[in-house]
């Protein structure tokens, strides 16, 4: 096994472990999403472990939701929550962060919520709504 391969089965064991605390501390999550330079395959032994967790019973507050590992935290991992209407929501709006997830996430654990997103998104890319381009998003409103 490679040391690169070796980092990322390292990560995903942290998720899970993430996933674990969240279940402890009561939270369902319906998906969980690896995303940003793991998901992306350009991460270095330095990176965050970035995470979209999809979860009804969530914070509230959306400042809480959208650092939720400020509240639950776990070395290494960086969390970001939503709940699941409020992500596909923005996800229609064109929000670039959930662009992003959707785009080159990769599911750990999902309930259809991520992959109704993928759907969605594929829609707005076939529409000319959205293009990804090498820095970001091309966004053309209809």
């Keep these: 096994m490679s040391y690169k391969s070796e980092l990322k089965a390292a990560a995903l064991q942290r998720v899970n472990e993430y996933i674990d605390k969240l279940v402890d501390a009561g939270i369902k999550p319906r998906s969980v ?3 940003g330079s793991y998901a992306k ?3 270095t032994e330095e990176s965050d472990i970035d995470i979209c967790v999809i979860a009804e019973n969530l914070p509230e ?3 809480a939701r959208r650092s939720l590992s400020s509240h639950l935290p776990h070395r ?3 969390a970001i929550s939503y709940f699941p209407h409020e992500f596909l929501e923005l ?3 064109l929000n670039v962060m959930v662009l992003e997830i959707v785009e080159y996430g990769l599911p750990v654990i ?3 919520t991520f992959a109704k997103a993928k759907v969605i998104l594929e829609r707005l890319k076939s529409e ?3 293009k990804p381009e090498r820095d970001g998003w ?3 409103k209809p």
């Design 33 to 35: 999403i690896l995303f």
């Design 41 to 43: 395959d350009s991460f």
């Design 61 to 63: 507050e959306e400042s």
């Design 76 to 78: 290494g991992v960086q």
């Design 91 to 93: 996800l229609e709006k």
């Design 110 to 112: 999902d309930d259809s």
């Design 128 to 130: 000319g709504v959205v």
């Design 138 to 140: 091309r966004v053309t």
